[in-house]
């Protein structure tokens, strides 16, 4: 009886929901979840997560941050009058919204009890026993939380996400060890400054979609780093997303060891298709493949939210060092070609690579063919008038940001496909600052001529290495008639003869 109670409170707790209210200038909404580990965590997704150990109950508090009154942030920040009283106000906000959170989570938690051991056991008495066995061990959990919680905490976070964020988000380390203050203006600092920074994030322009619009995240290249789930669950939900597309290299070396990462993938909630990068193992395919909305296209095709997409995984393994990798764009191309009529046979709207060079192998097979690999975002148009769209690098490139002089942006984009048509028309490019850097960008692009003609491929074509003026390009510079999707006039035009190559 008593372990049937403690599964229908768990359960209670569980669906109680989430508790809105207003804590100064941001809009949070507040669960209570049973946990291993007393915490309370705010979610200021993008910008990342702090986590604090605030009391040993085996409960977690968690506190998502939704919007911000800019208004009332602005008079709170500008009007020093107003500033005097945020400590307070701040306390008293939060006072009320734990208050109607642990309410509604014991009145949840009481009746989960009671309605599970009535199922079970069928016995009014039971029942009653088992309710009155949940709401003491209730009672002894709260006791224990308010007995063991520490205001401390709140200068002693764990922080992940954008390190651009974390120094206004976590605070100064100095100024604490030499001048340690109450929690409550530790309260006042931190919602602040989250004021400041996620103002940033959440007044992206929304786009104002056509019902007959279908709307597709396309990310690539995100190499292990945990900041762009944030980034890619924030944006989902903003832009209100079909499904996520994914050109490539979620992973570094495809190991059995990086396949626990792919599991935030299941926490979507909406279709994630996936084609393998070259650094993508047979192992990291398989770890995506299980995840419950994924879909792998592996010489395949799916229909996905109205829309046919044929995907490819790159030839390519080269973390493995031991066997000899060709990367002649020629050789790639040409491996793309050889799969061509096999994806022309089925009609895509949409062809998924993780390398352009494989993708260009496709030309006239589909009007639109996404790719990543380079870690810089660039378009272009082919002769056949598909259009090839490379991503930038959704995590940053991962450690590899390192190891440039300037950070690597974080980048997607949002693709609307028309429901009826189904040809691009228009995208969004975002683009958030690397390590070091804070900044949002979002550039909106429309396409010239979605309905153009898309004519098959010559089977004289030339060289995909060829270039404009004979030259032929560096594999690590791209082909010199990829342009940079945020300032390229030939974004603004239908393709002509002089975008052709030679």
């Known amino acids: 009886m008593l372990l049937v109670a403690a599964v229908g409170a768990w359960l209670g707790i569980f669906l109680s929901g989430t508790v809105r209210t207003q804590v100064g200038p941001v809009e949070t909404g507040m669960s209570l979840r049973p946990a291993w580990d007393g915490e309370t965590v705010v979610d200021a997704s993008p910008l990342g997560t702090l986590t604090f150990q605030t009391h040993a109950a085996p409960l977690r508090l968690r506190i998502t941050l939704e919007n911000i ?39 949840c938690a009481g009746a989960g009890a009671l309605v599970a051991v009535l199922m079970v056991f069928r016995r009014p008495r039971t029942a009653l026993m088992g309710l009155l066995a949940a709401s003491v061990a209730l009672a ?52 602040t400054n989250v004021s400041k920074l996620y ?47 994914d050109t490539g290299d979620i992973s570094d070396h495809g190991t059995k060891a ?72 020629a050789a790639l191309a040409e491996f793309g070609r050889a799969h061509r009529d096999r994806a022309a046979a089925a009609r895509p709207d949409l062809i998924a690579v993780h390398d352009a060079e494989v993708g260009r192998g496709f030309s006239g097979a589909a009007s639109m063919i996404l790719a990543g690999h380079t870690h810089e975002r660039r378009t272009t148009m082919l002769p056949t ?60 692009h429309v396409e010239p001529d979605p309905q153009r003609m898309i004519s098959p491929e010559p089977t004289t074509a030339p060289s995909p290495t060829g270039s404009a003026t004979g030259t032929p390009p560096s594999p690590a510079a791209g082909p010199p008639l990829w342009h940079q999707g945020q300032s390229s006039p030939m974004l603004q035009r239908s393709p002509t003869e002089g975008d052709r190559e030679s």
Do not use: C
């Open 199 to 245: 103002d940033t994030v959440s007044t992206l322009p929304l786009y104002d979609a056509d019902p007959k619009t279908i709307r597709v995240l396309h990310i690539s290249d995100i190499h292990l780093n945990p900041i762009a789930w944030n980034v890619i669950r924030s944006l989902k939900d903003q832009f209100a997303v079909d499904f996520v597309i």
């Open 69 to 107: 009154d800019q208004e009332r942030a602005k008079a709170l920040l500008e009007d020093p009058r107003l500033a005097d009283r945020l400590p307070d106000l701040i306390e008293d906000d939060l006072l009320h919204g734990v208050r109607d959170l642990v309410i509604r989570s014991l009145l």
């Open 258 to 329: 990086e396949n626990k990462f792919v599991e935030e993938i299941s926490t979507l909630k909406v279709p994630y298709v996936f084609v393998r990068g070259n650094h993508d193992s047979m192992t990291t395919q398989k770890a995506v493949a299980r995840q419950k909305n994924a879909i792998v296209l592996d010489g395949e095709t799916r229909e996905v939210a109205g829309l046919t997409i044929y995907g490819l995984g790159d030839p390519r393994f080269t973390p493995d060092k031991s066997v000899s990798v060709d990367a002649d764009p």
């Open 385 to 444: 008038g598909t259009r090839i769209l490379i991503q930038g690098s959704t995590g940053g490139a991962g450690l590899r940001a390192l190891e440039h002089a300037q950070p690597t942006p974080v980048q997607a984009s949002v693709l609307y496909f028309d429901k009826e048509t189904r040809r691009l028309q228009a995208w969004d490019d975002i683009t958030l600052g690397g390590l070091g850097e804070q900044s949002v960008y979002i550039q909106r």
């Open 140 to 191: 002894a959990t709260g006791a224990l939380a308010a007995l063991t919680f520490r205001p401390s905490s709140l200068v002693e976070p764990r922080y992940s996400g954008l390190v651009a964020a974390a120094p206004s988000l976590v605070g100064s380390a100095e100024s604490i060890v030499t001048r340690f203050e109450s929690y409550r203006s530790q309260l006042t600092k931190l919602v």
